[in-house]
C-alpha cells in the first residue's frame, strides 16, 4: 500500500475537521444537542416537535457542499464498488448505529471530546470493525 501525494490535502482536511468540531460545539452549547447524524436524522420520523432544527442542521449538510462547489470546484469522485454492494453497506452502517446507540459522527466526534466510556467503546469498535471489514475484503476474498 502506499500513499497517493498528489491526493494528499492536509490543508483541506485539517479545516474540515475544525468546521465539524466548531458545528458540533455549537450545537451542544447553543442546544443542548450531540451532532450525532443518525439520531438528528431519526429525530424527523418521529412525533417530535424539535423538528426544526433538525431540518435546519440537516439542510445545512446538504447545502454547505453545494455551496462550495463554485469556491472550490468539483472534487474528482471514483468508488470502486457497485451499487449493490453499496447498498448493503450503507444497510450495514445503519444496522450498526442503531445497534451502537449512535453513529460516528455522534460517538466519535462528539463522545470522544466528552471522554464518553460508552463513545469510546463504540468508536473503538467502529474502527475495528472497519479494519476487519477492508482486510477481509480486500485480502481474503479478494476483491
Given at each position: 500500500m502506499s500513499i497517493d501525494w498528489t491526493q494528499f490535502t492536509p490543508?483541506?482536511?485539517?479545516?474540515?475537521?475544525?468546521l465539524i468540531?466548531?458545528?458540533?460545539?455549537?450545537?451542544?452549547?447553543?442546544?443542548g444537542r450531540i451532532a450525532?447524524?443518525?439520531?438528528?436524522?431519526?429525530?424527523?420520523?418521529?412525533?417530535?416537535?424539535?423538528?426544526?432544527?433538525r431540518l435546519a442542521f440537516l439542510t445545512g449538510l446538504v447545502a454547505a457542499p453545494i455551496l462550495a462547489i463554485?469556491?472550490?470546484?468539483?472534487?474528482?469522485i471514483h468508488i470502486d464498488a457497485d451499487m449493490m454492494t453499496l447498498a448493503v453497506a450503507g444497510l450495514v452502517v445503519?444496522?450498526?448505529?442503531?445497534y451502537g446507540a449512535?453513529?460516528?459522527s455522534g460517538h466519535g466526534v462528539c463522545g470522544l471530546s466528552r471522554f464518553s466510556v460508552r463513545s469510546i467503546?463504540?468508536?473503538a469498535m467502529f474502527m475495528l470493525t472497519g479494519f476487519?471489514?477492508?482486510?477481509?475484503?480486500?485480502?481474503?476474498?479478494?476483491?
Amino acid at each position: 500500500m502506499s500513499i497517493d501525494w498528489t491526493q494528499f490535502t492536509p490543508v483541506t482536511a485539517l479545516a474540515g475537521g475544525a468546521l465539524i468540531g466548531a458545528a458540533s460545539a455549537i450545537l451542544l452549547l447553543l442546544n443542548g444537542r450531540i451532532a450525532g447524524i443518525s439520531g438528528i436524522t431519526g429525530g424527523l420520523f418521529q412525533k417530535r416537535s424539535d423538528v426544526a432544527w433538525r431540518l435546519a442542521f440537516l439542510t445545512g449538510l446538504v447545502a454547505a457542499p453545494i455551496l462550495a462547489i463554485p469556491l472550490f470546484g468539483t472534487p474528482d469522485i471514483h468508488i470502486d464498488a457497485d451499487m449493490m454492494t453499496l447498498a448493503v453497506a450503507g444497510l450495514v452502517v445503519g444496522l450498526g448505529t442503531r445497534y451502537g446507540a449512535g453513529c460516528t459522527s455522534g460517538h466519535g466526534v462528539c463522545g470522544l471530546s466528552r471522554f464518553s466510556v460508552r463513545s469510546i467503546v463504540a468508536t473503538a469498535m467502529f474502527m475495528l470493525t472497519g479494519f476487519l471489514t477492508v482486510y477481509i475484503v480486500r485480502h481474503v476474498w479478494g476483491a
